[in-house]
């Protein structure tokens, strides 16, 4: 059984008085958010996860990691779009999610992170141009 909930990461009391001891497993986290790119403190969500014993991802998609860098700040697992901000042109379809090391091969995330996913060619080439050009936009 799968339960959840919508918080207001920018609420952490709200954000604590939703974390059940023990059953919460996961917290998301979109930082900044689309449309609105409400910013939410990734250290202190960090923390109250930890302090849960949950973990925190972060959906980085719209910041990228150009500008920010939620492991650094304590996140456990990120999320980025390729198709977005990185690659820059919209002519490639691709994700990719990184975490710390120590939950390589942890019991966490050991069967998420353990499927590889190849790309064509072309498709790696265009990602490529698109980070040619990162810095400038």
């Known amino acids: 059984n799968i339960t959840f909930d919508f918080v207001d990461f920018s609420d952490l009391g709200l954000l604590e008085s939703k974390l059940m001891e023990g ?17 939410s403190d990734i250290a202190a ?47 490639c379809v691709m994700g990719v999610v990184y975490n710390r090391c120590d939950l390589t091969h942890g019991t966490h995330l050991k069967l998420a992170f353990s499927f590889y996913f190849y790309f064509p060619l072309h498709v790696l080439c265009s990602q490529r141009n698109g980070r040619r050009l990162y810095g400038l936009r």
Do not use: R
């Open 23 to 39: 059953k919460t497993k996961l917290l998301w986290l979109e930082t900044p958010t689309n449309p609105t790119l409400k910013v």
């Open 45 to 91: 969500s960090a923390s109250l996860a930890h302090k849960h014993e949950a973990m925190l991802v972060v959906d980085n998609t719209f910041c990228s990691p150009y500008t920010q860098n939620p492991l650094e700040m304590g996140a456990d697992a990120v999320v980025h779009s390729v198709t977005k901000y990185i690659s820059g042109h919209s002519d």
